[in-house]
């Protein structure tokens, strides 16, 4: 047995290649920083490489889809814990063949092939309903009731600044230099800037 077909170098190229997926949809996620992607590629080209030695099954890399496919199912299907039990199986059965050493056989652990699908399966499962229910969800507060309400100024109007309104932060502009502690009113809202004038009436 070489190195390369060794368990422990498979174990080690199969966690790579999920570390650069959880990397990769992290950068998707969060992008700006630059740090995500760079090792999203790092680890990614590093199981790259390492397929070179070891490839890749064919038909393990047909179960993997499967298991995603059942993972899609369980966001937008009843039963999503039915889904994802079967995700899990069809992830966990095609990471332990992923890889076809020299030997043949289970490249992978299976105890480490289901750790591994099941905290990935339960990370993006919860994410990503969290992200859906969020977006479905009614603001807390409806934005069009802050119109004519008094606000407290928290960093001076200059013309722009902020304020609190409705229990909330609100980005502000007036066309008058207010300071912070003053109290104004709401008049109107462009987006999300509130358009405020002082508290008394204008002569």
Same mark, same amino acid.
């Given at each position: @047995?070489?190195?390369?077909?060794? *368990?422990?170098?498979?174990?080690?190229?199969?966690?790579?290649?999920?570390?650069?997926?959880? @990397?990769?949809?992290?950068? /998707?996620? +969060?992008?700006?920083?630059?740090?995500?992607?760079?090792?999203?590629?790092?680890?990614?080209?590093?199981?790259?490489?390492?397929?070179?030695?070891?490839?890749?099954? #064919?038909?393990?890399?047909? /179960?993997?889809?499967?298991?995603?496919?059942?993972? &899609? #199912?369980?966001?937008?299907?009843?039963?999503?814990?039915?889904?994802?039990?079967?995700?899990?199986?069809?992830?966990?059965?095609?990471?332990?063949?992923?890889?076809? *050493?020299?030997?043949?056989?289970?490249?992978?652990?299976?105890?480490?092939?289901?750790?591994?699908?099941?905290?990935?399966?339960?990370?993006?499962?919860?994410?990503? %309903?969290?992200?859906?229910?969020?977006?479905?969800? %009614?603001? #807390?507060?409806?934005?069009?009731?802050? &119109?004519?309400?008094?606000?407290?100024?928290?960093?001076?109007? +200059? *013309? /722009?600044?902020?304020?609190?309104?409705?229990?909330?932060?609100?980005?502000?502009?007036?066309?008058?230099? &207010?300071? #912070?502690?003053?109290?104004? !009113?709401? /008049?109107?809202?462009?987006?999300?800037?509130?358009?405020?004038?002082?508290?008394?009436? %204008? !002569?």
């Amino acid at each position: @047995m070489t190195i390369v077909d060794s *368990p422990l170098f498979l174990s080690l190229l199969y966690l790579l290649l999920v570390a650069g997926i959880w @990397m990769s949809a992290l950068a /998707v996620v +969060n992008p700006g920083t630059g740090v995500l992607e760079i090792l999203a590629l790092v680890a990614l080209g590093g199981a790259g490489l390492g397929t070179i030695f070891v490839p890749l099954s #064919a038909w393990a890399l047909i /179960v993997l889809a499967l298991g995603g496919v059942l993972f &899609i #199912a369980s966001l937008r299907l009843p039963r999503p814990e039915i889904w994802l039990i079967f995700s899990a199986l069809a992830l966990s059965v095609g990471s332990v063949f992923l890889f076809q *050493p020299e030997g043949g056989g289970a490249a992978v652990s299976p105890l480490l092939a289901l750790t591994v699908s099941l905290l990935t399966l339960g990370y993006f499962w919860w994410a990503i %309903r969290s992200a859906i229910i969020a977006q479905q969800s %009614r603001p #807390a507060i409806d934005p069009t009731r802050v &119109i004519g309400e008094i606000a407290e100024v928290r960093t001076e109007l +200059n *013309p /722009v600044g902020s304020v609190y309104a409705l229990g909330e932060l609100w980005t502000a502009r007036s066309e008058d230099r &207010i300071r #912070a502690g003053k109290e104004v !009113k709401v /008049v109107d809202r462009e987006g999300l800037m509130l358009l405020v004038e002082p508290k008394e009436e %204008r !002569k």
